[in-house]
């Protein structure tokens, strides 16, 4: 069990998902603060002050905070699309690498010089 468990934690692809995680959690947190200390209060600005993670509205105790949740939708969508963004500069970077074409390999004089006799004798007996 133990060795089929350090094969499965040790596979590349498990790595991989983990460094993915780990890159994805720091990248979450510079979009959300991207969000939280820009995008946010330009947003404020542009509809004349209005702070989204204020507003609500509720009865008594009971408070409905319903500039959190829109809050929260704007995070989703910056988030999302920087995803997005990112993943589309890789692949083409990744198109770019594919479609590089292989060099061809150098042909030896002396292998080039058989390949012409093998061609001239082929004619001779025809």
């Given amino acids: 069990m133990w060795n089929d468990f350090k094969e499965f934690a040790f596979k590349g692809n498990i790595i991989d ?9 720091a990248f979450g947190a510079i979009v959300t ?7 946010t209060p330009l947003i404020g600005i542009l509809l004349g002050g209005v702070d989204f993670s204020g ?3 509720g009865k008594g105790d009971a408070a409905i905070k319903y500039g959190a949740f829109i809050q929260s939708i704007i ?26 074409p292989e060099p061809e390999p150098e042909v030896d004089p002396q292998e080039e010089l058989l390949r012409e006799i093998r061609d001239l004798l082929k004619k001779q007996n025809s």
């Fill in 55 to 57: 507003l609500m509205f």
């Fill in 17 to 25: 998902l983990a460094v993915g995680v780990v890159i994805g959690g």
């Fill in 33 to 39: 603060s991207l969000v939280e200390n820009i995008i």
């Fill in 75 to 100: 995070d989703f969508l910056i988030i999302a699309f920087s995803i997005f963004m990112a993943l589309r500069v890789m692949m083409k970077l990744k198109k770019k690498e594919e479609v590089a």
